[in-house]
């Protein structure tokens, strides 16, 4: 059903989550898994680099450290996963890569925000399924590292 799918991953537990039932989808669809970390470029971290240089260059370099872990897990599954690392509004550049790679469809996390999140996240409009051209999964299932071998049937 599912040829090319584009995980988005970070290091928060609703990433994790799309990571693994993104994997074991793409398992079943024995698809190819394209691997997006997106850093998101917040007011926060654009002051922290007026104040201290290079503090977004840090920032890139911890996200680089979890999207490489994210491709050799995905490697270790038996995947030959591509990955990339992008800075901006997430869901726009989930948008842009999907659409670069072909994907026919995209896994990500999410994350409930409350009231005060969502006022210093801003209003960009950028909502997700308005940037896609494929379908979009929203992984929710919380799974263990020992639910999700034995969902895979492996072990590392």
């Excluded at 491709?71 to 599954?77: E, G, H, I, P, V």
Aim: hydrophobic letters at 45%; charged letters at 25%.
């Amino acid at each position: 059903m599912y040829k090319r799918i584009v995980l988005a991953f970070d290091s928060t537990v609703e990433g994790r989550a799309a990571l693994r039932e993104g994997a074991l989808l793409a398992k079943a669809c024995d698809a190819e898994v394209f691997l997006l970390s997106v850093l998101v470029e917040s007011s926060s971290v654009l002051v922290a680099e007026g104040v201290l240089v290079g503090a977004a260059e840090t920032h890139l370099e911890s996200y680089q450290v979890v999207l490489d872990e994210g491709l050799a897990r995905l490697r270790r599954l038996g995947f030959s996963p591509t990955g990339k690392l992008v800075r901006g509004e997430p869901a726009i550049e989930i948008g842009a890569f999907a659409r670069q790679v072909g994907a026919d469809l995209v896994v990500v996390g999410h994350r409930k925000r409350n009231l005060l999140e969502r006022w210093w996240s801003g209003a960009t409009g950028a909502y997700i399924v308005d940037n896609l051209d494929c379908s979009l999964l929203v992984a929710r299932q919380a799974m263990s590292d020992q639910d999700f071998e034995a969902k895979l049937g492996n072990s590392e």
